[in-house]
Nanobody
């Protein structure tokens, strides 16, 4: 499965942004999809994950209540709705097949910059 994240940009604190992760491949709907991010000078960290059916989701404490992950298997796309953005949300966001502990394929990232 090949993945491509998009939707990043420059926003201000408190704004919202919706990222998309488009996938190619017939087996997309069978994969758990996980979002990660990497801030400048920091290690990549887990953000959110969604099960193959969309029925199970899990979030990092830092984004729980502000971010929502969803998917549309008919469109081979996973979304990350980000609300109430903070300066510390600035990072390159990546989507990947697999779980936070076992990534199968990484996608290209998209940059989110939050300014005050």
């Amino acid at each position: 499965v090949q993945l491509q994240a998009s939707g990043g940009g420059l926003v201000h604190t408190g704004d919202s942004l919706k990222l998309s992760c488009a996938a190619s491949g017939r087996t997309f709907s069978s994969y758990t999809i996980t979002w990660f991010r990497q801030a400048p000078g920091k290690e990549r960290e887990f953000v959110a994950t969604i099960s193959w059916s969309g029925g199970g989701t899990y979030y990092a404490d830092s984004v729980r209540g502000r971010f929502t992950v969803s998917r549309d298997n008919a469109k081979n796309t996973v979304y990350l709705q980000m609300n109430s953005l903070k300066l510390e949300d600035t990072a390159v966001y990546y989507c990947a097949t697999g779980t936070m502990d076992r990534v199968v394929d990484w996608g290209q990232g998209t940059l989110v910059t939050v300014s005050s």
